[in-house]
Structures are given as C-alpha cells and as structure tokens.
C-alpha cells in the first residue's frame, strides 16, 4: 500500500494472480476493521479481514446462507441468540443447558460430547425499535 492509501497495480495484480493460482489471500493488521475496508473492493476480498493484529478465528455457521467468523478463545462452551431482524450475535452460557443436555443424551443411549444451541429470536434494540444496534 502506498503512503496515500491507495494500492499499486503491482499489489493488486499479485493478489488477483493469488487467487487465480487458487491460494486464498487474507489481509491481517493492526488497523480496526474499517481502516481496511479500501481494500476488500480493489483486491476483490471475499476471506474474513483480520483486524487489531488479528489472532486466531474460527468458522460460524448459523445456516443463513453465508458464514461468520469469531475470534478463536479459550472459553469453555458458549452458545448464540441471533437476531433475525439486525443480524446481531449474542454469545451466553448457561451451565443448565450442560446438564440438560447430558439428561436428554442419556435418555437417548448416548454419550454426551458437545452440543450446538442457536436461538433465533429479536434482539432488545429490534424489539425497542432501537435503529442503534
Ligand atoms: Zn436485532
């Protein structure tokens, strides 16, 4: 990137010849989120933009016909409340779901390992008519 923020026909080509060998081409800095937004559309980006010096992140399927991504951490199982109305994803634990789970597994001959909770619903600021999310 040039000092005036804009980007050579050197960077962009490599990075069009990147993808047309097949090699999927990410952006990672310390810059927050929009201070790389000039980029998605010249390099033509569909990977996730890794923001703050990035860190690890990992793959969130809600079956809403694109994928999201969050920051990888050591935090023990958490599940999600979507919003269906403004998209937002709410993380919560609850160690009742951890037991009934384990309940409903037993009941069924299982062994309980893991389990995936998504609940869809409308946030407070959707409900409240909030347009501030
Ligand atoms: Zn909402």
Redesign the pocket.
């Known amino acids: 990137m040039r000092s005036d923020k804009s980007l050579s026909e050197r960077s962009v080509d490599a990075v069009r010849r990147l993808r047309e060998a097949g090699i999927h081409f990410a952006i990672t800095s310390g810059r927050p989120p929009r201070g790389m937004e000039m980029l998605v559309d010249p390099l033509e980006l569909d990977t996730p933009i890794s923001a703050f010096n990035g860190g690890l992140v990992v793959e969130r399927d809600f079956d809403e016909g694109f994928k999201r991504f969050e920051p990888a951490r050591d935090i023990p199982q958490h599940e999600h409340l979507l ?6 994803v709410t993380e919560f634990q609850d160690e009742r779901l951890e037991r009934i789970t384990t309940l409903v597994a037993e009941r069924h001959g299982y062994l309980r390992q893991r389990h995936r909770l998504v609940i869809h619903g ?6 409240s008519g909030s347009a501030i ?1």
């Open positions: 919003c269906t109305v403004c998209g937002r409308v946030c407070a600021s959707c409900r999310n």
